[in-house]
């Protein structure tokens, strides 16, 4: 666990481990409380919940270079391809619409972006400018268990096309962390499952 996720996760055991406690606040003439106590509201203060972090985002380290280099920008195409068409006939595919057109113009610039953050051409960044991509994705509903089955179908694309294995490992790691960032809709308190290269490895040899 890196400094950041151990700082939120302690802020949010106190904030979520210390219920009834309160502290005053002369200068802000408020009394700032870790937890709800309903029997102090309505008193001559005003009662503050302080904010806390309801998702901590780990580090995410782009590829280098040296995965289009192996792998090649069309091995790395191929792949976002071959996992999109394994999402739209997934039980995730209600997430893209019915517009099976667009969907697919919207993958070649998945692929584009993909290709570019490898170290290949700068094809999405001329065409769309920063990625933003936690932000093009909130319209859509993606939660953790989303995540995680987007995640093992990355495993089975991964495998059908046959993904050099000396630069999966480093695709992976920016693949895995970037997911987390994806989730906009909260269905657990607990923080989304990790799922290290280490474990999906055998699948890719298969």
């Given at each position: ?19 009834g ?27 503050v ?36 068409r ?8 209600p ?18 972006f ?18 933003h ?6 319209p ?54 990790r ?12």
């Amino acid at each position: 666990m890196d400094m950041r996720q151990q700082n939120c996760s302690q802020h949010q055991s106190e904030v979520l481990g210390n219920a009834g406690t309160e502290t005053e606040n002369p200068a802000m003439g408020r009394t700032n409380a870790t937890a709800f106590d309903i029997s102090s509201f309505g008193g001559e203060k005003a009662i503050v919940v302080p904010a806390y972090p309801d998702l901590c985002f780990p580090e995410v380290v782009f590829p280098t270079r040296r995965v289009a280099l192996v792998a090649g920008v069309e091995k790395i195409r191929e792949l976002v391809v071959e996992h999109h068409r394994l999402l739209w006939h997934s039980p995730l595919q209600p997430i893209f619409g019915n517009d099976e057109k667009h969907f697919w113009k919207a993958v070649e610039l998945t692929a584009d972006f993909h290709a570019e953050a490898c170290g290949g051409p700068k094809l999405y960044t001329q065409k769309r400018g920063h990625p933003h991509l936690r932000v093009r994705h909130f319209p859509f509903t993606i939660r953790e268990r989303d995540r995680e089955l987007w995640l093992d179908l990355y495993v089975e694309a991964l495998r059908k096309v046959a993904f050099p294995l000396e630069v999966a490992e480093e695709y992976w790691q920016w693949i895995e962390a970037l997911s987390i960032r994806m989730i906009n809709r909260r269905s657990t308190v607990a923080p989304p499952v990790r799922i290290p290269f280490r474990t999906i490895a055998h699948q890719l040899r298969q």
